[in-house]
């Protein structure tokens, strides 16, 4: 995205799962990327943020094993 043009502090990354968000928390921090992160589900976001976004990539797709 942000070699789109897309500045790191508009994304937002939403995960509900206490173990995954755990993971991408601190693989943005060893990273140095700075994004920001909810942990919750996205209606849960939507109800807690009243901001208007241009963009919204929904994945909802769980991994394979």
């Known amino acids: 995205m942000s070699d ?3 500045r790191l502090e508009n994304i937002w ?3 509900s799962d206490k173990a995954t968000y ?3 928390l601190n693989s943005l921090k060893e990273s140095g990327i700075y994004i920001k ?3 919750g ?3 849960e976001f ?3 943020t009243n901001h208007e976004f ?3 990539y929904f994945d909802a797709c769980s ?3």
Do not use: C, Q, V, Y
Request: hydrophobic share 55%; charged share 15%.
């Open 22 to 24: 755990n993971t991408a």
């Open 37 to 39: 992160i909810h942990r």
């Open 13 to 15: 990354a939403i995960e």
């Open 4 to 6: 789109n043009g897309i």
């Open 54 to 56: 241009d963009i919204i």
């Open 46 to 48: 939507f109800e807690l």
């Open 41 to 43: 589900s996205l209606a």
């Open 63 to 65: 991994p394979l094993i």
